[in-house]
């Protein structure tokens, strides 16, 4: 492997990293303690070109390599988990499926849309009683008279409710075998369809600015043509889209362990005790040494899995990894900044308060930190 970024790759760190710096963070705080989506944050994302990063140019993408897409994430979040959330969902849980798995039609319909900031898709899968275990799907869809008839509940998703959330590819039950096996399939759901409810839920510990909804439906019918992929193969393309997504979710980890890092460098070299900056003790000065050292390899092992996916090889052993080792190193470095910080903390004042709440979904959110186990353990050979 090449470790040097390509003069592009480059680039976009740069030009993220400005974008968030100067349009982000000085709303960040305040957003977070109102939880309030920014629809305005959204379209600049939009403009920057960050979402569809991955398409091709023809249905409105930047036909750019993955790595490029990670590296954005991974700068978003290195500011606000909240905006580098709602660029990660609408990428690979939103557009993913979309690009992978439609139709020429449905593509050309959605996904030119979906690339401008001016309306985001979400992924319904979670259920109530359906989390790590994707299969565990209450949710119906019968096919009646040329239109999918769809009835359950949908929880935790994310992109799912603002202003400019325009619906959501939905995996559902259209057949129980004898034997109690169940068929799913994805489908389709538009926004205004009769009988699909949209609810925004509030209370949130972390992401709050962040768009975390509750989809409802109700005898909701779309059209027969709203099926995305083939009859029966809703969960196959579920859980490859997760194996991109885990890649964004490594990606806001490690954005994240960075963020923090710089904070508690800082502010070691600023706050002074017994004489002297406190990252002049050598108990800091370890852990600040310890916590670049897992960023730096948290950052080869992520980056690497991306190589894997643009050259075509397979890279689901190392997504699940990269999901793991990142999101464990996000809340290892933002503990120990925290208590770099000390009292200071701990108040809504400095950010770092913020980073380690926000660090800790990412140990939960598209596959716990105990399903990756268990996927790298099917992969090793257990």
């Known amino acids: 492997m090449n470790y040097e970024l390509t003069e592009v790759q480059q680039m976009i760190r740069e ?19 109102r939880a309030e989506f920014s629809v305005e944050n959204t379209r600049k994302m939009g403009e920057l070109g960050l979402f569809g990063m991955y398409l091709p140019e023809k249905y409105g993408g930047q036909d750019m390599d993955t790595l490029s897409y990670i590296i954005a994430v991974e700068e978003l979040a290195r500011v606000d988990g909240s905006h580098a959330a709602t660029l990660a969902a609408h990428n690979s849980l939103g557009i993913g499926p979309l690009y992978y798995y439609g139709t020429e039609e449905q593509k050309l319909k959605y996904l030119p849309m979906l690339c401008t900031g001016e ?5 319904g899968l979670t259920e109530p009683e ?12 019968i096919l009646e008279d040329g239109n999918w008839v769809i009835n359950g509940s949908k929880i935790f998703i994310t992109n799912g409710a603002s202003s400019v959330a325009m619906g959501a590819t939905v995996q559902a039950v259209t ?32 992401w709050r600015a962040s768009d975390t909804a509750e989809l409802y439906f109700d005898d909701c019918r779309v059209p027969e043509s709203n099926l995305l992929g083939k009859i029966g193969e809703g969960s196959k393309m579920m859980l490859s889209t997760l194996d991109n997504g885990r890649l964004s979710i ?84 933002a503990d120990e900044a925290v208590q770099i910080h000390g009292g200071y903390g701990l108040m809504k004042d400095y950010p770092i308060e913020r980073f380690y709440r926000d660090q800790r979904l990412l140990q939960i959110g598209e596959g716990t930190s105990e399903i990756q186990r268990l996927v790298i353990s099917r992969y090793i050979g257990c």
């Open 250 to 333: 490594a990606a806001m980890g490690l954005g994240l362990a960075q963020g923090a890092f710089e904070m508690a460098l800082a502010y070691a070299n600023e706050r002074k005790q017994f004489g002297k900056p406190i990252s002049k003790f050598q108990i800091n000065a370890f852990k600040l040494a310890d916590m670049a050292t897992k960023i730096e390899l948290a950052r080869n092992l992520l980056y690497k899995a991306c190589w894997l996916k643009d050259n075509h090889k397979p890279f689901a052993k190392e997504a699940a990894m990269s999901k793991l080792y990142c999101s464990e190193i996000a809340r290892e470095v």
């Open 130 to 141: 359906a989390g790590s275990d994707s299969r565990g799907t209450k949710t119906t869809a």
């Open 175 to 206: 057949k129980v075998y004898p034997d109690g096996q169940k068929e799913y399939t994805c489908i389709l759901v538009d926004r205004d369809t009769p009988g699909f409810k949209q609810v925004q839920m509030h209370g949130k510990m972390m």
């Open 15 to 33: 030009t993220v990293r400005d974008f968030a710096e100067r349009e982000i963070k000085p709303v960040a705080q305040d957003l977070d303690e």
């Open 119 to 123: 309306a985001l898709w979400a992924f």
